[in-house]
């Protein structure tokens, strides 16, 4: 079955290029009758961040001075460092 089914749609394809057949024809017959849909571009979604690694080293030493992470506060301070208040 699907043999014929290929066998049909590609006859019904090629003959539209040819000008054999309606090309609008063809595509609303390809769409409504045998589920034919043009393929869509993938969707990219990038996802991007910037790390600042001075902060991680002032988070670094903080937990090397025996801070947990849940004492260090995720707010950059006016003066630029980085840490718990």
Do not use: W
């Not at 749609?9 to 409504?32: H, P, W, Y």
């Not at 034919?36 to 080293?57: C, F, G, L, W, Y």
């Amino acid at each position: 079955m699907l043999r014929i089914d290929d066998y049909i749609k590609e006859n019904m394809l090629t003959s539209a290029q040819l000008r054999e057949l309606d090309c609008v024809s063809t595509i609303f017959r390809g769409r409504a009758t045998m589920g034919m849909v043009e393929s869509q571009a993938p969707v990219v979604i990038e996802h991007r961040s910037e790390t600042d690694m001075n902060k991680i080293s002032a988070m670094i030493q903080q937990l090397k001075q025996g801070k947990s992470l849940k004492t260090i506060e995720l707010k950059e301070r006016e003066d630029g460092s980085f840490g718990a208040d």
